[in-house]
């Protein structure tokens, strides 16, 4: 388990836990990363990155994707 931030671009990753206080979680869970979901990092720049996840493409800075924690 690391953080997305430190997966890289090493494909399809799945998301184990999200942390951080319940405000950021549900602002997380509202843009589709929920516990389970798969994730793909298409671009990163300076950390931070854009993700694919549920058929979407999200924007993330460093410290929001450093919250989630994935399995590669």
């Known amino acids: 388990m690391v953080p997305l931030t430190m997966a890289g671009n090493a494909g399809t990753n799945t998301i184990v836990r999200i942390t ?24 990163e720049i300076g950390g931070n990155m854009i993700v694919a996840v549920k058929d979407s493409r999200v924007a993330l800075d460093r410290d929001m994707a450093s919250r989630i924690m994935v399995e590669i």
């Not at 951080?20 to 549900?26: A, E, H, K, M, N």
């Not at 509202?30 to 990092?41: P, S």
Request: charged residues 20%; aromatic residues 4%; proline residues 0%.
């Open 20 to 43: 951080g206080r319940d405000q950021v979680r549900q602002h997380l869970a509202e843009l589709g990363f929920v516990v389970g979901t798969d994730v793909t990092v298409t671009s």
